[in-house]
T-cell receptor, first 115, second 113 residues
């Protein structure tokens, strides 16, 4: 079975500061990993993904994440936070061997950005 | 077209009503999904269609009835819902290999009174 744990339900940073959102996963096979962002009253938008290959992946809006197999982690970072980054962020995992249709989402981390 | 369109955006229905949610995509994705999201919670998978056939039903109560009339459309028929079914209902689509991730619609906010 697969699972995702997001450390910290709320993270608060100042504008211009580093953003770090933590995600650890559990999977019996090499997983597909995703980060999604959700703004209020909106659907989820894909930020970035890791499937195979380079372990440092870059996404939209200046975000990046690094797949670390030894630590079973896929933390999301952004060097400098903007007010517009305030949103809910979900880490997600799926199993490519079973078609990947059952994507499991973490509980989410609410990012607050202070002026 | 890179969007998933959901209608209506908001729906209020009584417990004896019958209503339907609609989802449409024109990206050529052959997998489509219904998710339910309660406030401050992650999305929960309800149904998955691949090649217009139901492939996953996550033990969803029969008062929710999905339908996939063609490769671009996905419906969710609602009947005799309970107040606890009030939530944001999200439709998503993906390629069959899912390695490109999902494209989500903006959802239908459902309130059952």
């Amino acid at each position: 079975a697969q699972s995702v744990t997001q450390l910290g339900s709320h993270v608060s940073v100042s504008e211009g500061a580093l953003v770090l959102l933590r995600c650890n996963y559990s999977s019996s096979v090499p997983p597909y990993l995703f980060w999604y962002v959700q703004y209020p009253n909106q659907g989820l938008q894909l930020l970035l993904k890791y499937t195979t290959g380079a372990t440092l992946v870059k996404g939209i809006n200046g975000f990046e994440a690094e797949f670390k197999k030894s630590e079973t982690s896929f933390h999301l970072t952004k060097p400098s936070a903007h007010m517009s980054d305030a949103a809910e962020y979900f880490c997600a995992v799926s199993n490519p061997n079973t078609g990947g249709f059952k994507t499991i989402f973490g509980a989410g981390t609410r990012l607050f950005v202070k002026a | 077209d890179t969007e998933v369109t959901q209608t209506p955006k908001h729906l209020v229905m009584g417990m004896t009503n019958k209503k339907s949610l609609k989802c449409e995509q024109h990206m050529g994705h052959r997998a489509m999904y219904w998710y339910k999201q309660k406030a401050k919670k992650p999305p929960e998978l309800m149904f998955v269609y691949s090649y217009e056939k139901l492939s996953i039903n996550e033990s969803v109560p029969s008062r929710f009835s999905p339908e996939c009339p063609n490769s671009s459309l996905l419906n969710l028929h609602l009947h005799a819902l309970q107040p606890e079914d009030s939530a944001l209902y999200l439709c998503a689509s993906s390629q069959l290999t899912v390695d490109y991730g999902y494209t989500f619609g903006s959802g239908t906010r459902l309130t059952v009174v």
